[in-house]
């Protein structure tokens, strides 16, 4: 059962560690290194499990404070495997859990018209009884297969470190 939101701004303000799990899928590799750099940098506050979709399950979301979803963007949507995970989640299983989103994405005008993977996970993840922690966030790839644009790792961490921030207000 997740914690309630007094109980986890309890757990955060007075340093008791924050679980966190990190599921993701990767095509290229791209995605997952912005999974371990998320997981990484949110490492000193709590502990964070990294997990592919396809290796992750529902039971995993039961005992964690913390909720991060990622995905490459593939025609505006998640990876099949990110879409068959959060299918798997029960309705209002997620009931007052932190959650959030990212994905890695192509910087290129048509992209925008279909959308991204990250919007997408969030809505998901509210459906299911989800808070916010942060908004959805994009990475950017150079190109189909990437490499991530320089300084996106950096930007993961920054954006990890800033949800912890806005989580202990």
Known sequence: MSLSLLEMRHRIVHS??????????SAHG????IAR?????IGPSG??????????????????????VGSPT?????????????????AEALRNLRVT???TRMKMFIARLFGYA???????????????ARAPEGFIVR??????ADGEIERAAAWAKAMLQGMKK
């Open 16 to 25: 008791e560690p924050m679980k966190v799990l990190v599921v993701y899928d």
């Open 37 to 41: 750099a998320v997981a990484e940098a």
């Open 143 to 148: 190109g189909r297969e990437g490499p991530l």
């Open 101 to 103: 989103s990212f994905d």
């Open 74 to 90: 593939l025609g505006g949507r998640p990876t099949p495997a990110v879409q068959e995970f959060l299918n798997r989640i029960p």
């Open 118 to 132: 990250a919007d997408r996970i969030a809505v998901t993840l509210k459906e299911k009884g989800g808070i916010l």
């Open 30 to 33: 791209n995605t997952e290194k």
């Open 47 to 68: 502990k964070a499990r990294v997990l592919r979709a396809g290796e992750a399950n529902t039971a995993d979301v039961k005992a964690i404070d913390l909720l991060v």
